[in-house]
């Protein structure tokens, strides 16, 4: 017989565990499954805009949503998501292992997963000069030369970003041309510090302890050369792995789930939070938030909410 829980939540990151928080303290069965801890905010070294630390490394503050959600009595399990059924009133939850559960309600908070560049190096450097966050890290290169991988509005901001507190910013692109907003593109240009690199393409992040250099090639000349850099930002978009979801609940044309702003998707009984969703700006202090929010709307859905909730100061 499967083990029975009031709401699974997909997903460990600042929504998930957040959501897990909130969910367990309301004396809800509540089943966190991951593959890892943490989700994105785990990665970066140093995080100075969330409120409450000045400074903070992201693997730590994500240790601590953990803990605090277990205290209040979340159960925690490492697995894969690969379907989830509907079956009457229950959810069914299929993982990679073979291993089902079912569950009263789910909560989707398993976020997006950034796009990599697959060169030697990347990974060794992560969270030590290489990022994937610039809200999060350009604080840390002040005064310092860094480069923007990517053609998107994303690395058009970025590099903006970025050089008003580096020394100096290369922004690389694989095509001759930028994907991103012609006034963007225009600000880029603008910028004395920001230096160009079109139809260049990364070879290999070098270094000791920390990034030192990247390796760049010319798409056309095949001409390599090195760059001098204390930190790579990548910047080539974001992939949410939601297949499993296909018939379940509506997604757009990014796979994103589609959600109200009561955090409830197509699907009765099924909500989402974080980066997963449709909300517009990807931040840890905003997933937390929208975790906190589809997880009191998900208990006014199991113990028998209709209509409106009724707030606090509403008489």
Same mark, same amino acid.
């Given at each position: 017989?499967?083990?029975l829980y009031d709401v699974m939540i997909?997903?460990?990151?600042?929504?998930?565990?957040?959501?897990?928080?909130?969910?367990?303290?309301?004396?809800?069965?509540?089943?966190?499954?991951?593959?890892?801890v943490g989700g994105q905010t785990a990665?970066?070294?140093?995080?100075?805009?969330?409120?409450?630390?000045?400074?903070?490394?992201?693997?730590?503050?994500?240790?601590?949503?953990?803990?605090?959600?277990?205290?209040?009595?979340?159960?925690?399990?490492?697995?894969?998501?690969?379907?989830?059924?509907?079956?009457?009133?229950?959810?069914?939850?299929?993982?990679?292992?073979?291993?089902?559960?079912?569950?009263?309600?789910?909560?989707?908070?398993?976020?997006?997963?950034?796009?990599?560049?697959?060169?030697?190096?990347?990974?060794?450097?992560?969270?030590?000069?290489?990022?994937?966050?610039?809200?999060?890290?350009?604080?840390?290169?002040?005064?310092? +030369? &860094?480069?923007?991988?990517?053609?998107?509005? !994303? @690395?058009?901001? $970025? /590099?903006?970003?970025?050089? *008003?507190?580096?020394?100096?910013?290369?922004?690389?692109?694989?095509?001759?041309?930028?994907?991103?907003?012609e006034i963007e593109a225009e600000r880029?240009?603008?910028?004395?510090?920001?230096?160009?690199?079109?139809?260049?393409?990364?070879?290999?992040?070098?270094?000791?302890?920390?990034?030192?250099?990247?390796?760049?090639?010319?798409?056309?000349?095949?001409?390599?050369?090195?760059?001098?850099?204390?930190?790579?930002?990548?910047?080539?978009?974001?992939?949410?792995?939601?297949?499993?979801?296909?018939?379940?609940?509506?997604?757009?044309?990014?796979?994103?789930?589609?959600?109200?702003?009561?955090?409830?998707?197509?699907?009765?009984?099924?909500?989402?939070?974080?980066?997963?969703? +449709? &909300?517009?700006?990807?931040?840890?202090?905003? !997933? @937390?938030?929208? $975790? /906190?929010?589809?997880?009191? *709307?998900?208990?006014?859905?199991?113990?028998?909410?209709?209509?409106?909730?009724?707030?606090?100061?509403?008489?």
């Amino acid at each position: 017989m499967k083990k029975l829980y009031d709401v699974m939540i997909i997903g460990s990151g600042a929504a998930g565990m957040t959501a897990s928080i909130y969910t367990a303290r309301k004396n809800l069965k509540t089943l966190v499954i991951s593959m890892d801890v943490g989700g994105q905010t785990a990665v970066p070294s140093k995080i100075e805009n969330y409120p409450g630390f000045e400074e903070v490394n992201g693997l730590e503050l994500m240790n601590k949503f953990q803990a605090q959600a277990m205290k209040c009595g979340a159960e925690m399990i490492s697995g894969k998501v690969v379907k989830i059924n509907k079956k009457e009133s229950l959810f069914e939850i299929k993982l990679a292992s073979g291993v089902n559960y079912e569950s009263r309600a789910v909560i989707l908070a398993f976020g997006k997963t950034p796009r990599s560049l697959g060169v030697p190096g990347e990974d060794k450097f992560m969270g030590r000069g290489v990022s994937i966050c610039v809200t999060c890290d350009a604080p840390l290169y002040r005064g310092k +030369t &860094v480069v923007v991988v990517g053609g998107g509005n !994303s @690395a058009l901001g $970025g /590099a903006l970003e970025l050089s *008003q507190i580096a020394k100096k910013v290369y922004l690389m692109h694989r095509r001759d041309e930028f994907r991103g907003d012609e006034i963007e593109a225009e600000r880029v240009n603008k910028q004395e510090n920001i230096e160009l690199l079109l139809s260049t393409v990364p070879i290999e992040v070098k270094g000791d302890k920390f990034v030192e250099g990247l390796i760049v090639e010319n798409v056309n000349t095949k001409e390599q050369r090195t760059l001098e850099v204390d930190g790579v930002f990548v910047e080539i978009g974001f992939k949410v792995d939601s297949d499993f979801l296909t018939g379940l609940v509506d997604r757009n044309e990014l796979n994103e789930v589609i959600i109200n702003e009561k955090h409830e998707t197509s699907q009765p009984g099924i909500f989402a939070a974080g980066d997963v969703t +449709t &909300v517009l700006f990807k931040q840890t202090v905003i !997933s @937390a938030g929208d $975790g /906190a929010k589809a997880a009191l *709307q998900c208990h006014h859905y199991l113990t028998g909410g209709e209509g409106r909730i009724v707030s606090d100061w509403d008489h």
